[in-house]
């Protein structure tokens, strides 16, 4: 099966400098991929013919003449550049031309373009962003991580329910354990929205294990935490923050002296090991869950490296079938957490009369028209 992806070229801090190099690698070591270029044309090729790569057959450029800047407000995104890079690549995935996008281009407007293209699965308001990060028991699976800054308790419910959803579709658990991310175990901290979430939580069919703190992330106490985006964000940064740190201080520290370096000559191994595990960009790429398609968001400051990693995990996610074991997975589980929780409901986000079963829920519906409201994040 060969596998389509395109990728938002434009996107991200450095652009085509950055994604082209990337995808001609990855399409180097992946005989069944065809990646689909979208951007600006001239930057496109240009960078394609440093790789040389312009006669690559299974690389394909596809025009598009707007680019979305990483501080273009959701609106503009939305509504003013409908023939940008990162619409034109959606679209692609809408059409059934390729099977996943990849961009790294601004967080809020992927977000409420992929929302508006490919629309969202049945009883989900919110698309979350979801990302699994390492802990000393695997890994913890972190939603949401930036995609949606003001949150409501339900849309919290919402997230623990696509992450129990995404960890039973994936690992196979059958009921994965929830933990609600605050500053403090016991049920009278934080603030009204996670104490309401935690007492929707409790009263779902979900494995809710209770709050959970900070650390609790990389101790793995939990398979899944949830958190509103503006938290996740920053809890997400931070770590990529202190995984950087740590290891240019032992860069530093072995560097000492002339001992020093053939103490670091000895310890080489276990220090790739050690590199291996914590260097961030051996993790950029996250999945936006909810959503009737595959979409996955790289980090905006991503190095060719890391962005290539990025192109692996939509790749991978093909491959296993994840989008359809995501749904598959929601439409078994959903309807129990809904009905144990009736108030969790929200108005707007309350799915039509016609509700899709599992194979229209990973088609996009057309649009109907420009209207509806923006997700107020930007990255």
């Not at 403090?184 to 104490?195: A, D, M, Q, W, Y």
Request: charged fraction near 25%; hydrophobic fraction near 40%; proline fraction near 5%.
């Amino acid at each position: 099966m060969t596998v389509k992806i395109t990728i938002d070229c434009m996107g991200g801090d450095h652009g085509p400098a950055v994604t082209v190099p990337a995808a001609v690698n990855f399409v180097r070591s992946h005989a069944d991929a065809h990646l689909m270029l979208v951007g600006i044309e001239q930057a496109i090729r240009a960078q394609l013919k440093k790789c040389k790569a312009q006669d690559e057959p299974r690389l394909t450029v596809v025009p598009a003449t707007e680019v979305v800047a990483m501080d273009d407000p959701v609106e503009v995104a939305l509504r003013k550049k409908k023939d940008s890079s990162m619409r034109v690549a959606l679209n692609l995935v809408k059409e059934g031309e390729a099977q996943t996008c990849i961009s790294a281009g601004n967080t809020g407007a992927l977000m409420a373009v992929s929302r508006y293209v490919l629309k969202t699965l049945a009883g989900i308001e919110r698309p979350a962003i979801a990302f699994a990060m390492p802990s000393q028991k695997g890994y913890t699976t972190v939603l949401d991580l930036g995609a949606n800054v003001d949150c409501e308790p339900e849309h919290l419910l919402q997230f623990a329910e696509m992450g129990h959803a995404l960890v039973s579709a994936i690992e196979g658990r059958e009921r994965p354990t929830i933990g609600l991310l605050n500053i403090g175990e016991e049920v009278i901290k934080g603030n009204e929205t996670i104490k309401r979430a935690g007492e929707l939580l409790r009263a779902s069919t979900l494995n809710f294990y209770g709050n959970v703190e900070g650390n609790d992330i990389y101790k793995g106490t939990t398979d899944v935490v949830v958190c509103d985006g503006f938290v996740g964000n920053v809890a997400l940064k931070t770590s990529e923050g202190l995984a950087k740190m740590l290891a240019d201080i032992i860069k530093e520290e072995f560097s000492r002296s002339f001992a020093s370096k053939l103490m670091a000559l000895v310890a080489m191994p276990v220090l790739k090991r050690f590199k291996k595990r914590v260097d961030p960009a051996q993790y950029n790429g996250a999945a936006l869950l909810g959503l009737r398609g595959l979409v996955i968001k790289s980090h905006g400051s991503a190095e060719a490296f890391g962005f290539e990693w990025a192109i692996k995990r939509g790749y991978d996610a093909v491959k296993n079938g994840v989008l359809e074991r995501l749904v598959r997975a929601m439409n078994e589980n959903a309807p129990a957490v809904r009905d144990a929780v009736p108030d969790a409901s929200i108005s707007d986000s309350a799915p039509s009369a016609e509700q899709p079963n599992t194979q229209q829920a990973i088609q996009s519906n057309p649009p109907s028209g420009e209207s509806g409201p923006a997700l107020h994040s930007k990255a």
